[in-house]
Structure formats: structure tokens, C-alpha cells
């Protein structure tokens, strides 16, 4: 991939800075977690896998200057950094499957010594970073037998490189076919407030030679009602066990118009991304994002001072309208609650 949206470099988590794409490609380099709870709580580092990892290694930062002197004194350490970390972003359950898995790993190691245990935990963060890379790759694979020679894709949000270790979700989808040989399109809805259609995908496909259009989010109808548009494949940031996806606000609306127009729409997202312990959609939390985003988003007013504003960054496609929810396992079909299933093993 072109970019390395997120590693760990020098006893340091390094990551894109990505509210400052695309005009600019910084790396912010973090040894605290206070400094990575802010990074995912601005959105510096974004997407389900990517905010995972970054809690992975959060918790790395936190704890390897620890002078602790006992496996109770370090859990404690584990614990807290794990459980602040927590408490960055609500809504996608890769965040909270990777710091209990983080602090499982400690639990699970209490007999070794404080010096092994941090050496234990930066190995379990980054079999965390190359288990996701596996997973895109597979996902990609999967996914790439539901496109066509010259088929038309519409994203929405940013499902790539930038959220993940590799190159993404549903948007490995499209890099898996065009690895294939065959020729894909896609239109990116720019999503509105925070625009990761326009600053993010559209970025990284032209990075990656791939023919992208941006489209204004209200132009997803018009151009479903053109034909230009073959399948509609978004990312996810948390899936219920029947189905219900939550993914950046606006995707409902875009699966309500492919139902519709008649035309698939898909899901691509780990199994790191499915919750089981939820029945549906109704229990996935729902991050609220503070209203500037949306009247002064990007440092220009656009609204006046003092106007109400409702800014759910999330929205939840029901399963009804969702074709198939790619992952590295295979395509689950509904009715999902058997398929999602099968494939978490
Ligand atoms: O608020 P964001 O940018 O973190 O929202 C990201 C999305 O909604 C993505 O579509 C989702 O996390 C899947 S990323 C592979």
C-alpha cells in the first residue's frame, strides 16, 4: 500500500495524522496513552480495525516504562490504560475486542516477569496488526468474486488503507478485482459532516491509480437512478448477531437507496468487527459528535452561533437491506444469525 496508516516504530506508536489529508501526509509519533486516547477521539486515527489496533498499542505505550514489581501492580497498569483508552470512541467494537484482549494476554501470562510481560503484550499488539493485514487480504479475495469486468462500486465513508493495517475493507474489495485484471470504477460519497469520502478514499484510490468520482452524499439517488451505479459495498464498526451493521451516519439512507434502485449492497468487515452478545442493531451505542463539526466544520462557519444541532456519527443499516457482509471467512447470507455465526467459528 502507499501509506502505513498506523505501526509501531521505536518504542513509539506511529500513525497519519488523517485530519490533515489530503493536503498534507504528517505522521504523529505517541509513547502516551493519553496522547493516543486524543488521536482516536479526534479522529486522527479512524476506522474500526485501525481505532483496534491503535488501542492495542495504546495500551503498549502505556505500560512499557512501568517500574511495577509484580504482576498485580502491572495488571493495575494494564487495566487502567486499557479501560481509558475505552473510553475514546463507543461505537466500534474493535476497539473494546482488542483491549480485552490486551488484558486478557496479561492475565493469562501473571507467572511471567514484568519485563516478559511487556515484551508479551507488544507481541500480542502486533499479532493484533498482522492477524488485520491477513484479514484484508482475505476479505479482498472473498469480495472480489461479487464484481464484474468494468462494474461501478458507491462507498461510503473511508473503508481502505486508512482504517486498517492494510488495504481495507470494502475497499480491499475493489483492490482484490483490480489484482484480478478487471476494471472498476467507484463513486465516493463524500460524507458529510466530517468528509472522509472526499479527504480519505478519494485520496487513496488516486494514490492507488483507481478511477474515482466524488459525489455530494445527496447525489447517491441520481446517480442509482442513472444506472451508473453496479453494487454499493461500505465498511462497518460494529455488527449485531442478526445482521444489523452500524457504519458512519448516512450509510442507512445509501442501503435504503440501492433497495430501491434495485441494486446490492454489501457489507466488508472482520470478524473482529461482529458482537455476538448483541440480538440487533437497537443495542450497538451510538457515538454523538460535538455540534462545531457541523457548523463550523474545517474552521468555516457555516451555520449561525447558538443553533441546535443532532450529530450521530453512526447510523444502523437494518439486515433486511444488506445483501451479504464480506468477511475473511466468507460471505455470510441472511438469515444472519446462523451465517454470522458459522463464520465467527
Ligand atoms: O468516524 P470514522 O471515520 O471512524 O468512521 C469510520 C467508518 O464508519 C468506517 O466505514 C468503518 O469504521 C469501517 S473501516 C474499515
Known sequence: MPVSTIEWKDGKVRMIDQTKLPTELVYLEYDDVKEVWAAIKRLSVRGAPAIGIAGALGVVAGVQNSDAKDFEAFYAEVEKAADYLATSRPTAVNLFWALDRMKRT???NRTDDVARLKQVLLEEALAIVEEDREACRRMG?????????GDTVLTHCNAGALATADYGTALAVIYAAVEEGKSISVYADETRPLLQGARLTAWELQQAGIDVTLICDNTAA??????????????????ASNGDSANKIGTYNVALLA????VPFYIAAPISTLDLSLSSGDEIPIEERGPEEVTCGFGTRTAPEGVKVYSPAFDVTPATYIHGIITENGIARPPYGESLKKLAG
Open 106 to 108: 496479561a492475565l493469562e
Open 222 to 239: 441520481q446517480v442509482m437512478k442513472e444506472g451508473r451505479i453496479d453494487i454499493v459495498i461500505t465498511g462497518a464498526d460494529r455488527i
Open 141 to 149: 479475495k472473498n469480495g472480489a468474486a461479487l464484481l464484474k469486468d
Open 259 to 262: 433497495h430501491i434502485h434495485g
